[in-house]
């Protein structure tokens, strides 16, 4: 049934949250003023990355003239409370004569996300006690930490640890991006289209052919139709995979279903649609209002040949995309009028869910595979605000006829997540909007 089914896509916060946040930190009495970055100082950073603090913006020069320290940088970093208990989240005062400055209350399981600095200093604290819990040092190339009980730290590799460091400095030194995958992860090794650049296409052949025939709709409900598709000869067709954008990787690939196909599958979940959910535990949240139902490959022939049609556009083994190996079923949604699923990532963060071992492992969603079944009349994109490709640099919003299909990667070719895979389903403003989507994981599901 469809309620089996949860929804595993992790509603992400890092960006916005922290766009709102970011000069939160508190409004209490304190020699730091107003605010606790009042107290922000210049730091040296090592070659082995060690951090020195500096008197209050100073920057010390050598006798050759040349500069041994930079003010610091901002850090946009995100707090998760993994213990089981509330914890106090204390910001170490640089200033030794002063104040240690509380922050906040963070719940179990709870995230919180704000701007601070290299070398900076933050404690969890037992609510109630006072106890300290953990101490956490900032380092630059890092931008997620977890709260966690000291059984838990005791249980990690020290030398993996140091060697996680040092990878992640080298990392982002390399790319400018922070490492956001488990560590290690090998590269991906599934076929990732490359984008090149905005407007190229790229052939791809396939004989998993369209279905065509037999529709017969009500002429009160056009949704409400009966489908009897005839089985075409198997003959070779080219797709088109067209690049949206470079960063995140998106693609347009039209006619990857005929109208017939889509009608079948909007057919086939009416009176099993409910309320969609967001995360593992699938929980009912206000960001996303749409409704939700799950298909699988074997659930009739016409089925079966569109995973067969994906695996090939994907250039990713035809197995793979069966019987839960490294493909989700297929989720079809359905939004009516101001239903919409606000901005997040597709991929599962490890610092989110870190209680799943099958996460842990490395494996995650590398793919979403899109395609518009019954496209609303007015609103309804599918927005990529974090993409280069739009009008300034200010995102893109897909808008595709019926049939045609969206790829988006929200892995990098090298293993890391893409931060920038960043997306939402818009507002339908007038109409009915059908979707699907297929999950593609790498290197397998669980």
Same mark, same amino acid.
């Given at each position: ?12 916060t890092?960006v916005y949250?922290?766009?709102l ?7 209490a009495?304190? %020699?730091?003023?107003e605010?606790?970055l009042d107290?922000a100082v ?5 070659a082995?990355g ?5 008197e209050?913006?100073v920057v010390d ?5 040349e500069t041994?320290a930079?003010?610091?940088?901002p850090?946009f970093?995100?707090f ?6 509330p914890v ?6 640089v200033r ?5 400055v509380?922050y ?6 709870g995230? *919180? @996300?704000?701007?601070?600095y +290299?070398?900076?200093v933050?404690?969890a604290k037992d609510?109630? *006690? ?5 101490e956490?040092t900032?380092f ?5 930490y977890?709260f966690?009980?000291l ?9 993996l640890e140091v ?10 030194e390399r *790319?400018g991006?922070?490492w956001l995958a488990?560590?290690p992860r090998?590269?991906? %090794?599934?076929h990732m289209?490359?984008?090149?650049e905005?407007?190229t ?6 004989n ?9 709709c009500s002429e009160d ?12 000869e198997e003959v070779d067709?080219d ?6 954008s470079?960063?995140? +990787?998106?693609?347009?690939?039209p006619?990857?279903?005929?109208e ?6 909007v ?6 649609l ?5 995360s593992?535990k699938?929980?009912i949240d206000?960001?996303?209002? %749409?409704?939700t139902c799950?298909v699988g490959?074997?659930e009739?022939d016409?089925?079966?040949?569109i995973f067969?049609?994906i695996?090939d ?6 197995h ?5 190996l490294?493909a ?6 359905r939004?009516?009028?101001?239903q ?6 597709d991929y599962m963060?490890?610092?989110i869910? @870190? ?7 490395g ?17 309804g994109g ?8 739009g009008e300034?640099?200010?995102g ?6 019926k ?10 070719p090298?293993?890391n ?7 939402s389903g ?9 979707i ?6 790498e290197?397998?599901?669980?």
């Amino acid at each position: 049934s469809c309620g089996a089914w949860l929804q595993l896509t992790m509603k992400s916060t890092h960006v916005y949250f922290v766009l709102l946040v970011f000069v939160v930190f508190v409004k209490a009495e304190s %020699s730091c003023g107003e605010d606790a970055l009042d107290c922000a100082v210049a730091t040296e950073v090592t070659a082995d990355g060690e951090s020195v603090l500096l008197e209050d913006k100073v920057v010390d020069e050598k006798s050759d003239g040349e500069t041994t320290a930079a003010y610091a940088e901002p850090i946009f970093v995100t707090f998760w409370n993994h213990m089981k208990q509330p914890v106090r989240i204390v910001w170490k005062n640089v200033r030794e004569d002063q104040d240690d400055v509380e922050y906040m209350i963070l719940e179990p399981k709870g995230q *919180t @996300a704000f701007t601070t600095y +290299q070398s900076h200093v933050w404690y969890a604290k037992d609510d109630e *006690t006072g106890e300290n819990l953990q101490e956490i040092t900032m380092f630059w190339a890092q931008s997620v930490y977890s709260f966690e009980t000291l059984e838990v730290r005791n249980a990690r590799d020290e030398a993996l640890e140091v060697e996680r460091r040092i990878f992640m400095t080298e990392y982002k030194e390399r *790319t400018g991006l922070n490492w956001l995958a488990v560590y290690p992860r090998k590269n991906v %090794s599934f076929h990732m289209w490359s984008p090149i650049e905005v407007g190229t296409e790229q052939l791809v052949t396939s004989n998993a052919s369209l279905w065509h025939n037999h529709t017969k709709c009500s002429e009160d409900d056009p949704l409400d139709c009966s489908v009897d598709l005839d089985r075409p000869e198997e003959v070779d067709a080219d797709f088109v995979v067209r690049t949206m954008s470079v960063s995140p +990787q998106v693609f347009h690939i039209p006619g990857c279903l005929s109208e017939d196909e889509a009608d079948l599958i909007v057919s086939m979940v009416q009176g099993r649609l409910t309320r969609s959910l967001v995360s593992a535990k699938g929980i009912i949240d206000p960001d996303r209002t %749409s409704s939700t139902c799950w298909v699988g490959h074997d659930e009739n022939d016409v089925m079966d040949n569109i995973f067969n049609r994906i695996a090939d556009i994907l250039q990713i083994p035809r197995h793979n995309m069966k019987n839960m190996l490294a493909a989700e079923h297929l989720q079809v949604v359905r939004y009516y009028e101001g239903q919409e699923y606000k901005t997040h990532h597709d991929y599962m963060d490890p610092a989110i869910h @870190a209680e799943h071992s099958y996460v842990m492992r490395g494996n995650n969603r590398l793919a979403t595979f899109l395609f518009y079944l019954h496209p609303p009349e007015e609103g309804g994109g599918t927005g990529f605000p974090e993409s280069t490709a739009g009008e300034d640099g200010k995102g893109i919003i897909a808008k595709l006829p019926k049939g045609d299909a969206v790829l988006f990667y929200s892995m990098l070719p090298d293993g890391n997540l893409d931060i920038a895979s960043l997306h939402s389903g818009n507002p339908v403003e007038k109409g009915v909007k059908y979707i699907s989507n297929l999950w593609i994981w790498e290197p397998r599901f669980r």
